[in-house]
């Protein structure tokens, strides 16, 4: 069964960090592009960053760039999303994605994971 799962979601100061993790189950993620997208109350789902299978390339959403940092771990079948000086407009769910094409656009990835929540706030 194929299976994305995401963890290290939580609250956090602004200001603060936090590292989410999307763990493959059923498939190998090597040969995947791996997208990283959140949505908050209200609002559409939003491409944050994405990471390519074959060179590992990086493209981030403006509004994170310098601030988060996609990498992946294939040994371990896992991909990250480091978040740093995190932000009040950060606070969503945040989904990884699987697809074979790497790109900011939910349409290009066949397999989800459930979400995990990241709360900004003093």
């Known amino acids: 069964q194929v299976q994305l799962v995401e963890s290290g979601g939580g609250l956090v100061q602004p200001g603060g960090s936090l590292r989410l993790s999307c763990a493959a189950s059923?498939?190998?993620?090597?040969?995947?592009?791996i997208g990283w997208f959140r949505q908050a109350p209200g609002k559409e789902r939003e491409g944050v960053s994405c990471?390519?299978?074959?060179?590992?390339?990086?493209y981030y959403a403006d509004s994170v760039k310098g601030r988060f940092t996609i990498s992946r771990d294939n040994a371990k079948n896992t991909v990250y999303l480091q978040m740093n000086s995190l932000k009040p407009e950060d606070t969503a769910v945040y989904y990884c994605?699987?697809?074979?094409?790497?790109?900011?656009?939910?349409?290009?990835?066949?397999?989800w994971g459930q979400g995990a929540q990241v709360t900004v706030s003093s």
């Open positions: 994605a699987a697809g074979r094409i790497p790109g900011l656009g939910y349409l290009l990835y066949d397999y």
């Open positions: 059923g498939f190998t993620l090597d040969y995947y592009a």
């Open positions: 990471i390519g299978s074959s060179d590992g390339s990086a």
